[in-house]
């Protein structure tokens, strides 16, 4: 019941890789890193220190969409609905191109379930997705005050892409979890949506940090 296809998780590695790289892409763009690497530099230690924040940063940030859309098989399952991933090929090669662009979109794909669930088991399997992504992004800034400088910025990085999920999904529109919620629950989206922005707004990295 909760097993993987061999085709489903393939789409789930590429949407996986895919959300790596558009989020990297927030801290050098794709084409200049690759023009650094081409043409070389005179600082090498500095390519490679950048190279390494880079693959490390990848490694941590992977979880972060990965634990997203298995929070919604799994809670989809053990309602009894037929769930898997899908890879939506054109999202993906359109969020793939806002790497180059400073408007990034991340929507390469999304679980697809089955069935005629009421609108409270909907809600429940559209939040835990982005009550995943709350509680990590939580995680790592309280590990980020524990640990060196350098580690700790990236830490803070990951954590902002945390929540930059949790809200994104969380917008009460179309196909997104907030939408389920808010139809299920206005009071419930409300305060989830809320707690959600403003710990967003007053992130170290987020718009209103420092005030």
């Known amino acids: 019941m909760y097993s993987f296809s061999q085709e489903e998780k393939r789409q789930l590695f590429f949407a996986s890789i895919i959300f790596v790289i558009v989020e990297l892409s927030i801290l050098v763009n794709p084409m200049n890193l690759l023009d650094l690497i081409i043409t070389g530099t005179n600082d090498t230690s500095n390519l490679i220190e950048l190279i390494f924040i ?9 979880p972060l969409f990965v634990l997203h859309e298995l929070a919604h098989k799994y809670t989809a399952l053990r309602y009894g609905f037929p769930a898997k991933f899908h ?8 969020s793939l191109i806002t790497a ?11 679980v697809i379930w089955y069935g005629n669930p009421s609108d409270r088991i909907r809600a429940n399997v559209s939040i835990m997705g982005p009550i995943v ?3 990590l992004g939580g995680c790592l800034i309280i590990i980020s005050t524990l640990i060196p400088p350098l580690w700790d910025s990236i830490l803070v990085f990951i954590s902002k892409a945390s929540f ?18 808010y139809r299920w629950n206005q009071e419930v989206y409300y305060v989830l949506f809320g707690f959600t922005a403003f710990i967003w707004l ?3 990295l987020g718009i209103l940090s420092g005030i």
């Open 202 to 204: 007053f992130h170290p």
């Open 164 to 181: 930059d999920i949790a809200l994104f999904n969380l917008l009460p529109f179309s196909i997104l979890d907030g939408a389920k919620v």
């Open 54 to 62: 880079l693959c490390i940063s990848g490694i941590l940030i992977l």
């Open 87 to 94: 890879l939506d090929q054109n999202m993906a090669a359109f």
């Open 133 to 135: 992504n709350i509680f």
């Open 100 to 110: 180059l662009f400073p408007f990034k979109i991340i929507a390469p794909g999304a």
